[in-house]
């Protein structure tokens, strides 16, 4: 098989990777219009992104950390105890 055919085929898949992950992120930010970031729910390493002691999701250690936060239904953060704003360095 010619080197360069090889070469251009690996290339086309990289860039429908490319291509399809885009769709995917442009999606997930549409749905995010109908959620809000909720303190203190998420379960030890379920949370979604940074807090205090971590830098990303998936790294908190306790449950119902109030400094790390999960993606929610708008409007449902409140009723599952949590808050909306993460609480105050001191």
Do not use: W
């Not at 390493?45 to 990303?56: M, P, T, V």
Request: glycine share 12%; net charge positive; aromatic share 2%.
């Amino acid at each position: 098989m010619d080197q360069n055919l090889i070469i251009r085929s690996a290339l086309a898949g990289l860039l429908s990777l490319g291509i399809a992950g885009g769709a995917a992120v442009a999606a997930d930010t549409m749905k995010s219009a109908d959620k809000e970031k909720c303190y203190g729910v998420a379960k030890a390493g379920q949370n979604d992104c940074a807090a205090g002691s971590h830098a990303c999701a998936g790294q908190s250690k306790v449950d119902n950390d109030p400094a790390s936060f999960k993606m929610v239904a708008n409007g449902t953060c409140a009723k599952m105890g949590g808050k909306l704003s993460a609480p105050k360095k001191s």
